[in-house]
């Protein structure tokens, strides 16, 4: 698996205004995949967090007043999380929306991948940052075995380094995969 393989499988239009999202509030996040042996960037939140405590998860958050669009959300969260900067045209694609199941948000996706990335540092939403080998952790997917996470869509688990990765994240790395696959 090569970043050119997976530029040509993830790259999409990006239309990153959310007409139809009923009652839920609006987030989005990046995915970032770099390196020659590509390598995903997800983050862990901290415990003590009163929403998400101790997930596995992707740069990102809340849409705020003052951005644009979703797209401007997820280059300005992450900016914030990890220290990163991705400027627009970094940002080959995105996925479809995701609904979260107990905070009420729909998340929507968008994908950069780049050569290489600087060193990261966390700010106090991030308790650490992951760089996980893509295609080994992509081979990890199951279903999710809790049956109370089944109530609205089907759902899976991703595995690294004994931390179970499930619902939102899980779910918008189903779409990678799907995508790889198609």
């Known amino acids: ?24 509030k609006l ?12 390598i995903i960037v997800m983050t862990e939140k901290p415990k003590h967090l009163k929403s998400h405590a101790g997930e596995i998860s992707f740069p990102g958050g809340k849409l705020d007043p003052n951005d644009s ?3 401007e959300t997820a280059l300005r969260e992450t900016r914030e999380e990890i220290g990163l900067r991705i400027s627009k045209n970094q940002v080959i694609g995105q996925l479809e929306p995701v609904v979260t199941l ?7 996706p ?42 609205i869509q089907e ?3 991703f595995e690294y380094q004994n931390k179970i990765i499930w619902g939102a994240s899980a779910r918008i790395l189903k779409q990678i995969v799907n995508r790889l696959n198609s």
């Open 1 to 24: 698996m090569d970043l050119e393989l997976l530029k040509s499988s993830l790259s999409s239009k990006i239309d990153p205004v959310l007409e139809h999202y009923g009652k839920n």
């Open 27 to 38: 987030a989005s996040i990046l995915v970032v995949i770099y390196g020659k042996e590509p």
């Open 69 to 71: 669009d979703l797209l």
């Open 102 to 108: 107990n905070s009420g948000f729909t998340i929507l």
């Open 110 to 151: 968008f994908i950069s991948i780049i050569d290489e990335i600087t060193s990261l540092s966390a700010n106090s939403e991030v308790e650490d940052i992951l760089h996980i080998p893509l295609k080994s952790f992509l081979k990890t997917m199951a279903d999710d075995p809790n049956p109370t996470h089944n109530r």
């Open 155 to 157: 759902m899976y688990t």
